[in-house]
T-cell receptor
Framework: DQQVKQNSPSLSVQEGRISILNCDYT??????FLWYKKYPAEGPTFLIS?????DKNEDGRFTVFLNKSAKHLSLHIVPSQPGDSAVYFC???????????FGGGTRLMVKP | NAGVTQTPKFRILKIGQSMTLQCAQD?????MYWYRQDPGMGLKLIYY???????DKGEVPNGYNVSRSTTEDFPLRLELAAPSQTSVYFC??????????????FGSGTRLTVV
C-alpha cells in the first residue's frame, strides 16, 4: 500500500518550457513534504520542501505547490533546462524530523 | 568533502553468500538510514538508527541486519543473499531533528546483484 504515489514514471519536456511533476499521498497525517533529485550513479539530493501550513514554496526556478484537501503536491520547474534531466522523488513525513516515505519517482527528460 | 560514504559501489554475490555494505558519515548526524531502490518502486526503508547502539526495523527488514557501534558508521549486513535482494542500496543520515529545509543526506549508493 503506497502512501506516496507518483503516477507518471516519466515526463519529457522541451528546454525553456515548464515541467510539472505530480505527487499524491493518502496519509492525512503527513504534514511535511520534500522533493529530491537523483542523477544516475548518485544518491538523491534534497531540492525543496514545504510544510502543510503553506500552500506554496519557491526557490529560484523550483516551486512546490501543496493542495491539502486533494492530498496532492506538485513541483514546477520554470524554465526547464537540460541539466534538470533526472529522477525526481517526492517524500512525506508526519512532522519535520520524522521518517520519510518516498514515492516511486518520475524520470524527467528535458530536450534541448 | 563532508558527507555520506558508501562502499563498495558495485558488487556481485552468489546466492547464499553474505556481505556487509559499509556506510560512514562525518557530519555528526545522529540519525542514519538504509534504503533500497527497486525500479519504479521508489525508496524502501530497510533499517534506521537514532543514535549509537539504537537500531530499528523499517518497512523491508527481512534478510538484513544492522549495527551502530559509533555515531559515524552504520553497516548493513546481508546474510544468505537471495536474488530478491538485487537492488541499489542507499545509506542516508540526518540531524536528530531535520533542519527545517535540508532533508536527508544520501550516499551515492551500492549496486548489488545476486546471481
Amino acid at each position: 500500500d503506497q502512501q506516496v504515489k507518483q503516477n507518471s514514471p516519466s515526463l519529457s519536456v522541451q528546454e525553456g518550457r515548464i515541467s510539472i511533476l505530480n505527487c499524491d499521498y493518502t496519509n492525512s497525517m503527513f504534514d511535511y513534504f520534500l522533493w529530491y533529485k537523483k542523477y544516475p550513479a548518485e544518491g538523491p539530493t534534497f531540492l525543496i520542501s514545504i510544510s502543510s501550513i503553506k500552500d506554496k514554496n519557491e526557490d529560484g526556478r523550483f516551486t512546490v505547490f501543496l493542495n491539502k484537501s486533494a492530498k496532492h503536491l506538485s513541483l514546477h520547474i520554470v524554465p526547464s533546462q537540460p541539466g534538470d534531466s533526472a529522477v525526481y522523488f517526492c517524500a512525506a513525513s508526519e512532522g519535520a524530523g520524522n521518517m520519510l516515505t518516498f514515492g516511486g519517482g518520475t524520470r524527467l527528460m528535458v530536450k534541448p | 568533502n563532508a558527507g555520506v560514504t558508501q562502499t563498495p559501489k558495485f558488487r556481485i554475490l552468489k546466492i547464499g553468500q553474505s556481505m556487509t555494505l559499509q556506510c560512514a558519515q562525518d557530519m555528526n548526524h545522529n540519525y542514519m538510514y538504509w534504503y533500497r531502490q527497486d525500479p519504479g518502486m521508489g525508496l524502501k526503508l530497510i533499517y534506521y538508527s537514532v543514535g549509537a547502539g539504537i537500531t530499528d526495523k523499517g518497512e523491508v527488514p527481512n534478510g538484513y541486519n544492522v549495527s551502530r557501534s559509533t555515531t559515524e558508521d552504520f553497516p548493513l549486513r546481508l546474510e544468505l543473499a537471495a536474488p530478491s535482494q538485487t537492488s541499489v542500496y542507499f545509506c542516508a543520515s540526518s540531524y536528530t531533528r531535520q533542519r527545517a529545509n535540508y532533508g536527508y543526506t544520501f550516499g551515492s549508493g551500492t549496486r548489488l546483484t545476486v546471481v
